[in-house]
Every structure is written in structure tokens, then in C-alpha cells.
């Protein structure tokens, strides 16, 4: 068996060794990734990559399956016509991310919920001033994407006593969270303390968090996002904030990644920007997840987390 592996250059001796010890026998090469900048490995049947792979898949005649080292690779279907056609795309399913994210999400909505940025504001000017004090159980927060990922977050805010509302294509049932159903979306938004974006990026979610939806959100709202950033129209974001409609943004992931410097949300005192950090991609679980998947293949069995081209997620 031969694993190809297509990683940025500073981690393939540790990679590489990992694989080695999960997968004894295999051979396995490893590529600067995302463009090889040395010679192409011979045809292996399996590829692992992060990122873009176009040049080292078309170098690649017998794949058995590409191996994603990510949740939404969606986007890697556009580097080969092969990929969720003859050849099975595979994503990380949670593989350790799923808590962290959790933990940025609970960190965002507390603050929120705790008026941290109000009591902050009042700090400046010295002003000793209680707010209302918000119920976890009347403050409501809505997860978009109920899978690995906005499961996970759902169910850990409704453990905290949050009023927890999830969306989701098909028909989900956590305990302690309200589904609604994918043509229900507005009515999930509705008056909203907080939503909270765990979906992946394709046709039919790009732009979904438009000026119109934003507005069915309670007045001094938050938005939090760790799926993908094309979800969010900024400019209606940036205008719903200005206008104070909106009390605050956390966003992890933006529609074009680093974001450009002179995105207005950088500077924006109403936006946090975190560089696409809440799930980070861990090689010890990524790795036993990949090298199981790949036994599994290997001795004819199904894997779970196969990429549905047609759904794009
Ligand atoms: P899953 O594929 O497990 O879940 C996706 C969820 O989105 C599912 O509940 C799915 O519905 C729902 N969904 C997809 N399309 C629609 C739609 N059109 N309408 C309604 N619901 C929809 O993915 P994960 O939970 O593992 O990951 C979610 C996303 O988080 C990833 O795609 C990735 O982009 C992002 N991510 C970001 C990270 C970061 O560091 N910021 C790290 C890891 C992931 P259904 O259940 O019916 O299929």
C-alpha cells in the first residue's frame, strides 16, 4: 500500500513518522503541499492532503481515496473531476475539534450573555451601573448545522441551561434543543440573542446570513461564526452592526483567508477577528482517524464522512 501525503513543508518529518507507526508496511512519501515544489511521487492508493492538491492529484492515476485534513473540504472538488465521482473525498469527522470549538463558541456567547463589552464600556467612564441580569434559559442561542461540529456546540449550550435552537437539513432530535427544519429558517431566527454559524460552505448556504435574515435576530444581537465564512454577506454584517441593530461579531472563518488587510472588519470595535483557530487540526487524532479509514478501505469495509459531491458537504 502506498500513502502519498501533501503537507506544508515544516510538518511532514513528524507527519510522515506518525503515519509510519499507525500504518506499519505502508510506504508512505511526502509532498510540500499545497504546490510540490520537487518531483511527483509515484502513483499511490491513497492521498492525505491539507488544502489545495490539483497538481499532485492529476499526477495520481489509481487512487483508491483522498483524504482530507479537514471537515469541509467541499471546495477541493473543484481541484479534480475525479474527486466524489470515482474517487471518494473523505473529511475529518470531529477528530478532537469538535471541543475546542465548543469552547470558543461558549466563550463568545458568555460574553455576550454577561454583557462583558457593556460593563467594559461603562469601566471607561468609572460608571458603577447594574444591568438587567440575562436567564441562561430566556437567552437564546441558534446553532446553524447540526452535524459533528454544531451538534457538539448545541448539545454543550444546552448543558449550560441556554435556550438552545438548531437548524439542519434533515430532521435532528438533541435533548434540550429546539429543531427546526431546513424551510423553517426564519422562524429559527427569530429574535435570537445569538446565532452561531457550524455549516459548510456550499451553494446553497453562501450568503445565507444576509441584511434580511440578520434583521429577524433580537435588537443588540451577536453573531458568532466557525463554519465557513461565505456564509455572511460582511457588508450587511458591517452595516447591521453600524446602525446598532447588531451588538457584536466573533468571527473565526472569512469568505477569502488571511483576510485582507483592508477588510473593514480588522478594524471594526464591534468585530472579533481570530484567524480561522477554533478547530485546530490535530495530528493525533487525525492521523488514527485517516490510518482506520484506511484499514477499513483496505479490507473492503464502508468509512464514514464521504464527501456527498451533489450536496457539497
Ligand atoms: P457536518 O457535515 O457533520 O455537518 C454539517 C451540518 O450542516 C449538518 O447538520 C447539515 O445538515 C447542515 N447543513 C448543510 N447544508 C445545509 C443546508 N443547506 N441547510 C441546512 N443545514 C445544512 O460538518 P461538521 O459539523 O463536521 O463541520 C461543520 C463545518 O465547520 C465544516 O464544514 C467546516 O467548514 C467548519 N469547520 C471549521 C473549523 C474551524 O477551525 N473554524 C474546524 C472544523 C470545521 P444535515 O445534518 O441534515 O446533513
Known sequence: ????????????????????????????????????????????????????????????????????????????????????????????????????????VLAAVLRHALDLDRYAAQAREARWQALPPRAPDRFAVGVLGLGTIGGAIARGLAAQGFAVRGWSRSAKAIDGVTAFAADALDAFLDGLDVVVGALPSTPATDGLLDARRLARLADGAAVVNV?????????????????????????????EEPLPAAHPFWRHPKVTVTPHVSGPTLPGPSIAQVAEKILRLERGLAVTGVVDRARGY
Open 1 to 104: 500500500m502506498r500513502i502519498v501525503l501533501s503537507l506544508p513543508r515544516a510538518q511532514i518529518p513528524d507527519w510522515t513518522a506518525r503515519f509510519a507507526a499507525a500504518l506499519p508496511g505502508a510506504t508512505i512519501d511526502a509532498v510540500n503541499g499545497p504546490e510540490p515544489d520537487g518531483p511527483l511521487p509515484p502513483p499511490a492508493d491513497y492521498l492525505v492532503c491539507w488544502g489545495r492538491c490539483a497538481t499532485l492529484l492529476a499526477a495520481q492515476p489509481r487512487l483508491r481515496a483522498v483524504f482530507a485534513l479537514a471537515a469541509g473540504p467541499g471546495h477541493l472538488f473543484a481541484s479534480d473531476p475525479r474527486l466524489g465521482r470515482e474517487i471518494p473525498l473523505v473529511r475529518l469527522e470531529d477528530a478532537g475539534m469538535a471541543a475546542p470549538m465548543f469552547h470558543y
Open 227 to 255: 463554519g465557513r465564512g461565505r456564509l455572511i454577506v460582511d457588508a450587511d454584517l458591517v452595516a447591521l452592526l453600524d446602525a446598532g441593530k447588531l451588538a457584536h461579531a466573533t468571527l473565526d472563518v472569512f469568505a
